[in-house]
């Protein structure tokens, strides 16, 4: 069973950035691919970005590429999601997730089996 938390949300003006981390316990951190996702109000979670479980590949949505960075400290048992620029289309709950995707399909929510709690991202304009 692997616990997962995340901190680093919180309000920011638009253009600013965050650093969002999720700290995981309780498993084999090496054993597993890592992803972020969102929750917009009113709206579906989506697919942010991952990376696999060396760290040697990463994937991105469309949307954030150029201005999101998701990396991870095997050492440490955490995963980081770096956000330059942000948005008010990024305002959203931000989702830590772990799972053991398969041919490289990092996006379907249901490719993963353990999810932290969240933590709120506000951009405002």
């Known amino acids: 069973q692997v616990q997962l938390v995340e901190s680093g949300g919180g309000l920011v003006q638009a253009g600013g950035s965050l650093r969002l981390s999720c700290a995981a316990s309780?498993?084999?951190?090496?054993?597993?691919?890592m992803g972020w996702f969102r929750q917009p109000p009113g709206k579906d979670r989506e697919f942010v970005a991952a990376?696999?479980?060396?760290?040697?590949?990463?994937y991105y949505r469309d949307s954030v590429k150029g201005r999101f960075t998701i990396s991870r400290d095997n050492a440490k048992n955490t995963v980081f999601l770096q956000m330059y620029s942000l948005k008010p289309e990024d305002t959203a709950v931000y989702y830590c997730?772990?799972?053991?995707?398969?041919?490289?399909?990092?996006?379907?929510?249901?490719?993963?089996?353990?999810w932290g709690q969240g933590t709120q991202v506000t951009v405002s304009s």
């Open positions: 997730a772990a799972g053991t995707p398969k041919y490289n399909d990092y996006v379907p929510v249901s490719r993963y089996t353990y």
């Open positions: 309780g498993g084999a951190f090496t054993s597993y691919g």
């Open positions: 990376i696999a479980r060396s760290g040697g590949s990463t």
